[in-house]
């Protein structure tokens, strides 16, 4: 019979296998990363200069965050508001037994005898099972080379001075130390990655107002707060981005050496402090800049590269450097 400790192996061989079969990569600078201090870490992921590696238990935890959006929602559905988690409907045609989707903004069904089927569960599994799925809401700029995905819309929010009002909703995880300083302090002191990454967000999307719910993953405490919108914030955020996309050379080091407390834990110590080379493809290369429509251009063959040839690079491959 498999001993207990083997099935944990099982079951984390089995989660790296599936993560193996995703992209690596993303293929755009995120809304989320935004906040980050040090911009040679942005400049070394954006241009992939290493792989993510990651055991299967973390893997796994980093799923119980996408996991623990559903409760978020769930939660304030239950509450009396209404969470728009999707850019898109799922509507029923009962008549054909079939599904599609449209935009939240058009107000009137494309088809009068369709069904809003958005927050049923079981419509969903089986939408989902014959392949419809739904859009997130998104946010683009810099050429399309800088992004991220809402965790959702909601207005109906108890507590609001206008139920019709729209807001941002964010919903994150946290060890039971991050949750207690974040109780203390409140997000912008204790993470202020989370809330430079609402701020961008309202930003672009012109919503004013975001609640920020955060779950204790070791007690289940839960933590709110309302983040207002502040202008001045959304601008220089977006010329951080441009710098960092359009960055020809690597910024300096936020830490003189591998041990500074910005640089200890981060995933690009060895090829920022230890001379780990990048990995060679047509992202991490020097003539490689980033154009309009997210796409890439070659000023060395002074072409478009193509989306399947960026991983590759060539025989002229000249890495990006200080």
């Known amino acids: ?8 192996q099982l079951i984390d061989a089995a989660v790296e296998q599936d993560a193996a079969n995703e992209p690596p990569f993303r293929d755009h600078l995120g809304g989320s990363m935004i906040g980050e201090k040090c911009e ?24 119980r965050g996408h996991l623990e959006e559903f409760r978020f929602v769930s939660y304030l559905r239950r509450i009396g508001a209404q969470v728009e988690e999707f850019s898109e409907r799922l509507m029923y045609h009962p008549e054909s037994d079939s599904y599609f989707t449209e935009p939240y903004d058009q107000l009137e069904p494309t088809e009068v005898t369709a069904d809003d089927v958005s927050d049923d569960p079981k419509h969903v599994d089986r939408a989902t099972a014959q392949g419809i799925t739904r859009k997130q ?12 995905s809402l965790d959702g819309k909601a207005y109906g929010v108890p507590g ?31 993470k202020p990655i989370h809330y430079v990454q ?26 709110c707060e309302w983040v207002e919108y502040d202008p001045a914030m959304g601008p220089p955020l977006l010329e951080k981005a441009a710098r960092v996309i ?23 110590k060895t090829v920022c402090h230890f001379n780990e080379p990048m990995l060679r493809h047509c992202r991490s290369c020097a003539h490689s800049t980033p154009v309009a429509e997210g796409k890439w251009r070659c000023d060395l063959w002074q072409s478009i590269i193509p989306v399947d040839s960026i991983p590759l690079g060539c025989d002229s491959y000249t890495p990006i450097t200080d």
Not at 1 to 8: D, G, I, K, R, Y
Not at 205 to 217: D, P, Q
């Open 198 to 223: 609402m701020q961008i967000y309202m930003h672009k999307t012109g919503i004013k107002r975001a609640l920020y719910m955060a779950v204790n993953k070791n007690d289940d405490d839960l933590y």
């Open 1 to 8: 019979m498999t001993t207990p400790h083997v099935l944990v």
């Open 160 to 190: 609001m001075p206008d139920l019709e009002e729209k807001i941002l909703t964010e919903f994150k995880t946290h060890n039971t130390k991050s949750f207690v300083e974040l109780s203390n302090k409140g997000v912008a002191e204790a």
């Open 137 to 148: 809401w998104r946010i683009l700029d810099v050429d399309g080379h800088f992004g991220g």
């Open 40 to 63: 040679r870490k942005l400049v070394y992921s954006f241009r992939w200069a290493k792989a993510p590696a990651f055991s299967g238990r973390i893997l796994r935890l980093f799923n």
């Open 246 to 268: 359009h960055a020809k050379k690597l910024p300096k080091r936020i830490g003189s050496n591998a041990s500074w407390f910005d640089c200890k834990w981060c995933d690009y």
